[in-house]
C-alpha cells in the first residue's frame, strides 16, 4: 500500500507523516489488544461520582480540593457535548443522573445527542 502526502511547505508535510504515523499505530494496537474503555465521559462520570461520594465523608481543605477534581472531571464530558456542537449542560444532567441511577455504562453520544 502507498500512501502520497502532499503539502504546501515541508512543516506541513511533517505534521501530515507524524498525524499518519499516529494513526497506523493506534490501528496496529487496537489489532493486537482488543479490549476498550467505555467512551462519552463514562469513565469520567465514574470517577467524578467516586470522588465525589469520598469527598463527603473526608473534612478540611482536602474535601474542597477533592470536589474540585469532581468537577474538573466532569469537564471532559462536558468537552466532548461542546466540541459536538450538542448542549452540554443539558447532557451532563441527563448523563450524571444517568449514573447516579445506577447506569453506570452511560456516555455521550455524539451522534444521536443524547446519553
Same mark, same amino acid.
Given at each position: 500500500?502507498?500512501?502520497? @502526502?502532499?503539502?504546501? /511547505? +515541508?512543516? @506541513? ?6 498525524? @499518519?504515523?499516529?494513526? @497506523?499505530?493506534?490501528?496496529? &494496537?487496537?489489532?493486537?489488544? +482488543?479490549?476498550?474503555?467505555? #467512551? ?7 470517577? +467524578? ?14 474535601? *474542597? ?9 466532569? &469537564? *471532559?464530558?462536558?468537552? *466532548? ?10 447532557? *451532563? ?8 441511577? #445506577? /447506569?453506570?455504562?452511560? #456516555?455521550?453520544?455524539?451522534?444521536? #445527542?443524547?446519553?
Amino acid at each position: 500500500c502507498t500512501i502520497v @502526502l502532499r503539502g504546501a /511547505n +515541508s512543516s @506541513l508535510l511533517n505534521e501530515a507523516e507524524r498525524s @499518519l504515523h499516529d494513526a @497506523l499505530c493506534v490501528l496496529s &494496537q487496537t489489532v493486537k489488544e +482488543s479490549r476498550t474503555v467505555l #467512551g462519552g465521559g463514562c469513565s469520567e462520570m465514574i470517577m +467524578s461520582k467516586a470522588v465525589t461520594e469520598e469527598a463527603k465523608k473526608t473534612v478540611g481543605k482536602k474535601s *474542597i480540593a477533592m470536589e474540585a477534581f469532581a468537577t474538573a472531571l466532569k &469537564q *471532559i464530558p462536558s468537552i *466532548i457535548a461542546d466540541n459536538a456542537g450538542l448542549d452540554s449542560a443539558e447532557l *451532563i444532567t441527563h448523563l450524571e443522573a444517568e449514573h447516579y441511577k #445506577g /447506569n453506570s455504562k452511560a #456516555g455521550i453520544d455524539v451522534f444521536s #445527542g443524547g446519553v
